[in-house]
Nanobody, 123 residues
């Protein structure tokens, strides 16, 4: 069982930055690929970024490439999402997910989810 707790969301102006954190319980954190997803009102949950257990492989949706960076600290059981140059279209609830050994771009590939953290970007 893995429990995930996101933090770091907030209301910001366009062009600024936020860093989201997702703290995980358990002793096998490095065996889990981690992903960040987001869900805007009335829309489906969409993939944002993913990172392998070792941190050696990363994947991003095209709309955030060059602006967002996913990273992890396995010693702290935490995954991060650094979000720069935020845009109003980034407004959503952001969720982190944990997938045993491999995580792709589909939510169903993830076994555990956090409760989400709201990010609101105003123009």
């Amino acid at each position: 069982q893995v429990q995930l707790v996101e933090s770091g969301g907030g209301s910001v102006q366009a062009g600024t930055s936020l860093r989201l954190s997702c703290a995980a319980s358990g002793r096998t954190f490095s065996n889990y690929a981690m992903g960040w997803f987001r869900q805007a009102p009335g829309k489906e949950r969409e993939f944002v970024a993913a990172i392998s257990g070792s941190g050696g492989r990363k994947d991003y949706v095209d709309s955030v490439k060059g602006r967002f960076t996913i990273s992890r600290d396995n010693a702290k059981n935490t995954v991060y999402l650094q979000m720069n140059s935020l845009k109003p279209e980034d407004t959503a609830v952001y969720y982190c997910g944990a997938a045993w050994q491999y995580g792709g771009r589909r939510p169903r590939e993830y076994d555990y989810w956090g409760q989400g953290t709201q990010v609101t970007v105003s123009s």
